[in-house]
């Protein structure tokens, strides 16, 4: 994990404005995938680098404290996930757009 500077007081409604900041970088980047995957892998292994260094050493060593942990979770929201397309969902929306193109050529051949 690269090394952080903890000096800077920051809070949650620091990671609200960050967040914003990070959807509008998704949105100047919309037509490029290539950077939209970018943004996603920076994000995947932030989320890793939290979790694994920080959050599990943080997790209850108890079985009380764990057992009130996990009604916390489950009462407010459920466990972080980042969801990962696979590659098949990949190929089956490609499969949809060279479909669709085939179609529109179609149309437009009959239209001639």
Wanted: with cysteine; glycine share 2%; proline share 4%.
């Amino acid at each position: 994990m690269e090394q952080i500077d903890q000096s800077v007081s920051l809070s949650l409604d620091n990671i609200e404005a960050l967040s914003t900041q990070i959807k509008l970088l998704a949105l100047q980047s919309q037509h490029d995938p290539l950077e939209l995957l970018r943004i996603l892998r920076i994000l995947e292994q932030l989320h890793l680098e939290i979790c694994n260094d920080i959050f599990q050493p943080a997790l209850p060593t108890s079985r009380h404290a764990l057992f009130d942990f996990l009604r916390d979770l489950e009462s407010n929201g459920g466990w972080p996930h980042i969801y990962r397309r696979n590659l098949a969902q990949v190929f089956d929306r490609l499969e949809f757009l060279l479909s669709d193109q085939v179609i529109h050529n179609a149309d437009n051949d009959l239209s001639r």
